[in-house]
C-alpha cells in the first residue's frame, strides 16, 4: 500500500514568487491536512481538506490557500513568497476527518516526508 | 492559540538506559499522538491516546493520557541506537463553530550513545 507522496521533495524560489505543492494521500483516504515545518515555531497546522472542501483552518495569512480534487488529492499554494516561508511542508491523509481523530479506530493520520521550500 | 510545552528539548544518553519526555499545556485535548520524525520523513504514529487516564503500550513505547486531559508523557525503555530522532506530542482538540485543529509540541530531539 503506497504511502503519502509530496512533490516535489525540494525546491528554491525567490521573494514575491509563488509555489504549489503535491500531496497524494493513502489510497482511501478522504481527509488531507497541510502543516508547514520551521525550526522556530515546529509543527504548525495549516489547513484540512475533506471531500474536496476546507474543513479547518490554522492561523495562516491568506497567503496560504490549497484545494482539494475528486480523487483526494491536494495542492497547496503560497503566493508572494516572504523570507519567513521557507520551510518543509508535510501533508497528511486520514481515512476520516480530523474530527474523529478523537474516535479509536483506524482513523489513524499518516504523514508525507515532506516539500522542503528554500525563499531566497 | 494553544500551545504545548514539550520537554525536554533534548536528551543525550547511554543505550540501555531509559528516557520520559511530557507535554502539558493549560488547554483541555480530546486525543493526544505521539510522534517519532527521522531526518529527511514526515513524522510517523507512535502511540494514539483517545481518554483521560489511558495508559498505552507499543513494544518499548509507553505513553499516558493525563486525568486533567492538558497533559501526557511518552516513555521509552532500554533505549536502543534506533530510537534516536525526535519525538513529539500532538493534541487533537474542538476550536469551536465546527472546527478542529491539531497542535504540535516543539520537539524532543533524541541523541543515544551507544
Same mark, same amino acid.
Given at each position: 500500500?503506497?504511502?503519502?507522496?509530496?512533490?516535489?521533495?525540494?525546491?528554491?524560489?525567490? $521573494?514575491?514568487?509563488?509555489?504549489?505543492?503535491?500531496?497524494?494521500?493513502?489510497?482511501?483516504?478522504?481527509?488531507?491536512?497541510?502543516?508547514?515545518? %520551521?525550526?522556530?515555531?515546529?509543527?504548525?497546522?495549516?489547513?484540512?481538506? &475533506?471531500?474536496? %472542501?476546507?474543513?479547518?483552518?490554522?492561523? &495562516?495569512?491568506? $497567503? &496560504?490557500?490549497?484545494?482539494? &480534487?475528486?480523487?483526494?488529492?491536494?495542492?497547496?499554494?503560497?503566493? %508572494?513568497?516572504?523570507?519567513? #516561508?521557507? @520551510?518543509?511542508?508535510?501533508? @497528511?491523509?486520514?481515512? #476520516?476527518?480530523?474530527? @474523529?481523530?478523537?474516535?479509536?479506530?483506524?482513523?489513524?493520520?499518516?504523514?508525507?516526508?515532506?516539500?522542503?521550500? %528554500?525563499?531566497? | 492559540? /494553544?500551545?504545548?510545552? /514539550?520537554?525536554? *528539548?533534548?536528551?543525550?544518553? *547511554?543505550?540501555?538506559?531509559?528516557?520520559?519526555?511530557?507535554?502539558?499545556?493549560?488547554?483541555?485535548?480530546?486525543?493526544?499522538?505521539?510522534?517519532?520524525?527521522?531526518?529527511?520523513?514526515?513524522?510517523?504514529?507512535?502511540?494514539?491516546?483517545?481518554?483521560?487516564?489511558?495508559?498505552?503500550?507499543?513494544?518499548?513505547?509507553?505513553?499516558?493520557?493525563?486525568?486533567?486531559?492538558?497533559?501526557?508523557?511518552?516513555?521509552?525503555?532500554?533505549?536502543?541506537?534506533?530510537?534516536?530522532?525526535?519525538?513529539?506530542?500532538?493534541? /487533537?482538540?474542538?476550536?469551536?463553530?465546527?472546527?478542529? /485543529?491539531?497542535?504540535?509540541?516543539?520537539?524532543?530531539?533524541?541523541?543515544?550513545?551507544?
Amino acid at each position: 500500500k503506497a504511502g503519502v507522496t509530496q512533490t516535489p521533495r525540494y525546491l528554491i524560489k525567490t $521573494r514575491g514568487q509563488q509555489v504549489t505543492l503535491s500531496c497524494s494521500p493513502i489510497s482511501g483516504h478522504r481527509s488531507v491536512s497541510w502543516y508547514q515545518q %520551521t525550526p522556530g515555531q515546529g509543527l504548525q497546522f495549516l489547513f484540512e481538506y &475533506f471531500s474536496e %472542501t476546507q474543513r479547518n483552518k490554522g492561523n &495562516f495569512p491568506g $497567503r &496560504f490557500s490549497g484545494r482539494q &480534487f475528486s480523487n483526494s488529492r491536494s495542492e497547496m499554494n503560497v503566493s %508572494t513568497l516572504e523570507l519567513g #516561508d521557507s @520551510a518543509l511542508y508535510l501533508c @497528511a491523509s486520514s481515512l #476520516d476527518r480530523l474530527a @474523529a481523530l478523537s474516535k479509536p479506530g483506524a482513523n489513524v493520520l499518516t504523514f508525507g516526508a515532506g516539500s522542503r521550500l %528554500t525563499v531566497l | 492559540g /494553544q500551545q504545548l510545552n /514539550q520537554s525536554p *528539548q533534548s536528551m543525550f544518553i *547511554q543505550e540501555g538506559e531509559d528516557v520520559s519526555m511530557n507535554c502539558t499545556s493549560s488547554s483541555i485535548f480530546n486525543t493526544w499522538l505521539w510522534y517519532k520524525q527521522d531526518p529527511g520523513e514526515g513524522p510517523v504514529l507512535l502511540i494514539a491516546l483517545y481518554k483521560a487516564g489511558e495508559l498505552t503500550s507499543n513494544g518499548r513505547l509507553t505513553a499516558q493520557f493525563g486525568i486533567t486531559r492538558k497533559d501526557s508523557f511518552l516513555n521509552i525503555s532500554a533505549s536502543i541506537p534506533s530510537d534516536v530522532g525526535i519525538y513529539f506530542c500532538a493534541g /487533537q482538540s474542538y476550536s469551536g463553530a465546527g472546527s478542529y /485543529q491539531l497542535t504540535f509540541g516543539k520537539g524532543t530531539k533524541l541523541s543515544v550513545i551507544p
